[in-house]
Nanobody
Framework: QLQLVESGGDLVQPGGSLRLSCAASGASLDPYVIGWFRRAPGKDREGLSCTSRSEGRTFYSDSVKGRFTMSRDIAKNTVYLQMNNLKPEDTAVYYC?????????WGQGTQVTVSS
């Protein structure tokens, strides 16, 4: 069974950068659709990006397009979310998400706080 563990969340100033990691175990990420989500205080969960090997593309929400970049390292069984030009409204708990054959897997989340 796939297990996902996020890391890399931190307190960062506006305009700064962070790279989140999502390490997978129990199965290879290769066949999964992998995405990043976030939940800000008092708001609904928001989908940020997703990618799959079969699609060969990565999709981004308008709120992060041009600032966030998702990548995957198959050898390390890990996906990343590079976040640049962070804004206070990016403050949230960030989650990694995997889907295969309609079965979903979630990590526990990592906190990102953007504040001066």
């Amino acid at each position: 069974q796939l297990q996902l563990v996020e890391s890399g969340g931190d307190l960062v100033q506006p305009g700064g950068s962070l790279r989140l990691s999502c390490a997978a175990s129990g199965a290879s990420l290769d066949p999964y659709v992998i995405g990043w989500f976030r939940r800000a205080p008092g708001k609904d969960r928001e989908g940020l990006s997703c990618t799959s090997r079969s699609e060969g593309r990565t999709f981004y929400s308008d709120s992060v397009k041009g600032r966030f970049t998702m990548s995957r390292d198959i050898a390390k069984n890990t996906v990343y979310l590079q976040m640049n030009n962070l804004k206070p409204e990016d403050t949230a708990v960030y989650y990694c998400h995997g889907v295969i054959f309609a079965t979903e897997y979630w990590g526990q989340g990592t906190q990102v706080t953007v504040s001066s």
